[in-house]
């Protein structure tokens, strides 16, 4: 009779737990995490937030506008259908009308709003909220939609009391775990510390180099990284230097690196000290540009060189030399906050870097090494005879029409 009476019970107590859970999923949103960014200055970032968040469970669904979103009139929805809304809370985020409709939204449904705080973020004043028709281009245009000035004027207002996560100045593996532990409430493994200065060691064989001081530029490393790492499966093991860091004593002619270009990157001391170091093991770089406002460089190269520290004489001729060296190679666009970069597009891109970067030999750009190697060192004891050598020797280096172009 006991056994009887826990076998019905173990029955119904299993009927039960399965209704429960059923109605649950019924009740949970489709969209874990909403990300509201504005996408030129933060679209990398919000990129490569997905990508974590999404390793970390395949619960943690998140709406990114450029994979999610084909009709703007459906914008609001998608904020209503999420249990969590993550404003990237960058300085330009104010200014974009479609970002403060989100959080309109978000407030006036009473969704968990988490504000990841740029350093440089400032909350909206008194005189912003009563001026709202000039600090915020089109805001008129909410009206449409169902949000009123005033809704906005009290969206403002409300900033002030959600919870924030700092986003820090500099981007790295260690902060970028931190904010997923912080919006997840969960915490990193191993695997998704490999990156951070707690990474189990690899036997890199590739670099990645961005300026530092650029978040997006940063951000786009990562998700390269990410992406090649996984089309690839360990075939290339890429390793992205951070500000200070030197070039490994173990980089060779053998290595690849990717040179990630965005607007005044070349001007970074960073940048300008590593392929400095690079001139001498002469890996293959190949140049990414990632940034639409990135001009490629043109002989004689002086004023793209003119980098933010002082650097002497002979390494401003080598960096010279170096920049003439990269730009012959026809460049590969891969940039995460453009708004046609889909997952998809996105994927595609990354096959052809890989394929590049796995077919590129390395006799060729030797060759063309040692070319920049037997200038005699006295044609550059000027300015004008250093770039007439480089002159000579780049000739053929395209110009930035012909990037557009191709």
């Given at each position: 009779m006991m056994f009887l009476i826990f076998m019905i019970a173990g029955v119904l107590g299993a009927i039960l737990w399965g209704i429960a859970?059923?109605?649950?999923r019924w009740r949970r949103k489709p969209w874990r995490f909403f990300l509201s960014h504005h996408k030129s200055s933060t679209g990398?970032?919000?990129?490569?937030?997905?990508?974590?968040?999404?390793?970390?469970?395949?619960?943690?669904?998140?709406?990114?506008?450029?994979?999610?979103?084909?009709?703007?009139t459906e914008l609001f929805h998608f904020v209503k259908d999420s249990e969590?809304?993550?404003?990237?809370?960058?300085?330009?985020?104010?200014?974009?009308?479609?970002?403060?409709g989100e959080i309109v939204t978000a407030k006036q449904h009473d969704i968990q709003t988490v504000l990841?705080?740029?350093?440089?973020?400032?909350?909206?004043?008194?005189?912003?909220?009563?001026?709202l028709t000039f600090a915020i281009p089109g805001v008129e245009a909410l009206t449409a939609h169902g949000i009123s000035l005033d809704d906005v004027s009290l969206a403002m207002k409300w900033l002030g009391s959600l919870d924030v996560v700092p986003f820090p100045d500099l981007l790295d593996a260690d902060s970028l775990i931190r904010i997923c532990d912080n919006v997840t409430g969960t915490v990193s493994s191993?695997?998704?510390?490999?990156?951070?200065?707690?990474?189990?060691?690899?036997?890199?064989?590739?670099?990645?180099?961005a300026d530092p001081a650029d978040q997006e530029a940063v951000a786009t490393c990562y998700i390269l990284d990410e992406m090649l790492v996984s089309l690839?499966?360990?075939e290339l093991l890429p390793l992205m230097l951070r500000h200070g860091e030197p070039i490994p004593e173990q980089v060779d002619a053998h290595w690849k690196v990717l040179l990630i270009c965005t607007s005044g990157c070349l001007k970074s001391s960073d940048l300008a000290a590593w392929l400095v170091d690079l001139y001498e093991p002469s890996p293959v770089i190949l140049p990414i540009i990632a940034d639409p406002n990135f001009l490629v460089p043109t002989e004689p190269y002086m004023d793209a060189c003119d980098v933010e520290a002082s650097i002497?004489?002979?390494?401003?001729?080598?960096?010279?030399?170096?920049?003439?060296?990269?730009?012959?190679?026809?460049?590969?666009?891969?940039?995460?906050?453009s708004h046609s970069s889909t997952q998809e597009d996105l994927e595609l891109r990354v096959k052809q870097i890989a394929f590049r970067v796995q077919a590129k030999g390395?006799?060729?750009?030797?060759?063309?090494?040692?070319?920049?190697?037997?200038?005699?060192?006295?044609?550059?004891?000027?300015?004008?005879?250093?770039?007439?050598?480089?002159?000579?020797?780049?000739?053929?280096?395209m110009v930035k029409e012909d990037f557009i172009s191709f």
């Amino acid at each position: 009779m006991m056994f009887l009476i826990f076998m019905i019970a173990g029955v119904l107590g299993a009927i039960l737990w399965g209704i429960a859970m059923q109605v649950a999923r019924w009740r949970r949103k489709p969209w874990r995490f909403f990300l509201s960014h504005h996408k030129s200055s933060t679209g990398a970032a919000a990129r490569l937030l997905k990508i974590h968040l999404q390793k970390r469970s395949s619960l943690f669904t998140t709406f990114l506008d450029t994979d999610n979103l084909r009709d703007l009139t459906e914008l609001f929805h998608f904020v209503k259908d999420s249990e969590t809304v993550l404003v990237l809370a960058s300085p330009a985020i104010l200014a974009r009308k479609w970002c403060i409709g989100e959080i309109v939204t978000a407030k006036q449904h009473d969704i968990q709003t988490v504000l990841l705080k740029w350093p440089t973020f400032q909350y909206p004043t008194e005189t912003f909220r009563k001026n709202l028709t000039f600090a915020i281009p089109g805001v008129e245009a909410l009206t449409a939609h169902g949000i009123s000035l005033d809704d906005v004027s009290l969206a403002m207002k409300w900033l002030g009391s959600l919870d924030v996560v700092p986003f820090p100045d500099l981007l790295d593996a260690d902060s970028l775990i931190r904010i997923c532990d912080n919006v997840t409430g969960t915490v990193s493994s191993v695997k998704d510390r490999r990156n951070s200065g707690k990474e189990l060691p690899v036997q890199a064989n590739c670099l990645l180099l961005a300026d530092p001081a650029d978040q997006e530029a940063v951000a786009t490393c990562y998700i390269l990284d990410e992406m090649l790492v996984s089309l690839l499966k360990g075939e290339l093991l890429p390793l992205m230097l951070r500000h200070g860091e030197p070039i490994p004593e173990q980089v060779d002619a053998h290595w690849k690196v990717l040179l990630i270009c965005t607007s005044g990157c070349l001007k970074s001391s960073d940048l300008a000290a590593w392929l400095v170091d690079l001139y001498e093991p002469s890996p293959v770089i190949l140049p990414i540009i990632a940034d639409p406002n990135f001009l490629v460089p043109t002989e004689p190269y002086m004023d793209a060189c003119d980098v933010e520290a002082s650097i002497n004489d002979y390494e401003r001729e080598v960096y010279v030399k170096m920049i003439g060296i990269v730009f012959q190679e026809i460049a590969t666009v891969f940039a995460p906050q453009s708004h046609s970069s889909t997952q998809e597009d996105l994927e595609l891109r990354v096959k052809q870097i890989a394929f590049r970067v796995q077919a590129k030999g390395t006799t060729e750009w030797r060759m063309r090494v040692s070319s920049m190697h037997s200038v005699p060192s006295s044609t550059c004891h000027s300015r004008h005879s250093m770039e007439s050598a480089v002159n000579v020797l780049v000739k053929d280096v395209m110009v930035k029409e012909d990037f557009i172009s191709f």
